[in-house]
């Protein structure tokens, strides 16, 4: 009896009609790449995926944070014969001490002799009177659900405590890429990692205040591109210097219009690596009315010196529910560590709520805005994470 791993796939997935062939072959490579290192054997069965291994426990650690896979299951693999069932069946119940159980059968197999039903009733027979104990069968709320699939070479089976969800989404890279504006704070990690679960290829860019904002604030943005990096492929962090940038606005610009003009500076910023480095689209943490710059005139102004598209995943979504989403990917812990951020130590006492574009160009006049852009660009550090 071997134990394999099931990979199940997104249902959306199966939607894809002609393209299901690509969006396949992807998840595929993407599974293969995240398994780099450890000794793997795939078997591809209509819709699935099962894969041989010595190091399971690690592999599910990794295969469940693929997009575009609903679950992980670690099965046992049987010949096609009812008591060899029977018999794994009941070591599963032995094994998993639970009072009720149900069994659901699955029959792909259709020349096997009973039909599902009549598995389960069988196999669920055995199981009653072989159990050394108290056990029941609860076909509405059991405890240990066991499935049973009966393919056509072989028969598997699993239980509720051998599946591990996954993240569903789409495979990562079959959707464009974005650069992820990549602060500190918690909502950002989570844009990216929702752009990322729908297949988009991130990016990552970071404004760094030196000496205002610290090395280790610099690290945690670093921790996070890293964590992030764990869902997708390998992860470039262009670190932006942004000093000058800052004090230069400080040194001209009215006062309660500074958070608005150093938004449109990471903008341009964003779009011209975006530019550079083939990449299609800028990506945010930003969700509307959280704080006084992501008002809808202040994402109107920031977004009039982009020349490509804007995502904001989080548009719609309250703190407390990114919040949730930050803790179940793993940046949460990260995002709360409490070093600044070049934003929290330039905030104007009363931000402009409502800007107004022609009035904020007129403001941005009093710059050299081009020449800002092009020197802090010539002097990023690339990171790969
Ligand atoms: P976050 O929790 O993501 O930091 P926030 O609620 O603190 O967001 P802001 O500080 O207004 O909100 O930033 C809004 C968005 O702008 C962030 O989600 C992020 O995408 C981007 N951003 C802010 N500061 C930086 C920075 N220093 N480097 C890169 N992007 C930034
Ligand atoms: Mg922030």
């Not at 529910?321 to 560590?337: C, F, Q």
């Amino acid at each position: 009896m071997k134990e394999l791993i099931l990979v199940k796939y997104a249902p959306e997935i199966f939607l894809k009609g002609l393209n299901r062939g690509k969006f396949e072959k992807k998840l595929r490579d993407n599974i293969g790449k995240k398994l780099e290192g450890i000794k793997v054997e795939f078997i591809h069965d209509s819709g699935r995926y099962f894969i041989k291994t010595d190091e399971v426990e690690e592999s599910i650690k990794r295969i469940s944070k693929v997009f575009g896979i609903s679950e992980v299951c670690l099965v046992k693999e049987l010949e096609i014969d009812l008591n060899s069932i029977e018999e794994a069946v009941l070591e599963k119940v032995k094994e998993a001490k639970e009072k009720t159980f149900k069994i659901v059968t699955n029959r792909a197999n259709k020349k096997f002799e009973l039909n599902s039903m009549e598995v389960s009733r069988k196999v669920g027979g055995y199981v009653l009177d072989n159990y050394d104990g108290e056990i029941n069968v609860d076909v509405n709320n059991p405890e240990l659900l066991i499935n049973i699939e009966i393919r056509n070479n072989y028969s598997y089976i699993w239980s509720n405590k051998d599946i591990t969800k996954a993240a569903a989404g789409l495979p990562y890279g079959m959707n464009g890429s974005t650069m992820l504006m990549l602060s500190g704070g918690i909502d950002s990690p989570v844009a990216g990692y929702l752009m990322a679960k729908r297949g988009v290829e991130v990016n990552c860019v970071y404004y760094h205040s030196h000496p205002y904002t610290s090395e280790r604030a610099k690290e945690k943005v670093k921790d996070l591109a890293k964590i992030l990096a764990e869902y997708t492929e390998k992860i470039n962090l262009y670190i932006v210097p942004f000093t000058e940038i800052q004090m230069d606005i400080i040194d001209k610009c009215r006062e309660d219009e500074l958070t608005i003009i150093m938004r449109r500076f990471m903008m341009r910023i964003a779009c011209k690596l975006a530019d550079k480095f083939g990449i299609d689209s800028v990506s945010t943490g930003e969700s509307i009315g959280q704080v006084a710059s992501q008002t809808m005139d202040g994402l109107i102004v920031s977004d009039a010196c982009s020349d490509r598209p804007v995502f904001r995943p989080l548009i719609a979504t309250d703190k407390i529910d990114i919040m949730e989403i930050a803790r179940k990917i793993g940046t949460y812990e990260t995002s709360i560590l409490p070093y600044e951020d070049c934003c929290t130590i330039f905030v104007p006492k009363h931000p402009k709520t409502n800007p107004k574009l022609d009035k904020i160009k007129k403001e941005e006049e009093k710059l050299n805005v081009d020449e800002l852009v092009e020197k802090s660009i010539e002097n990023i550090e690339i990171v790969t994470f």
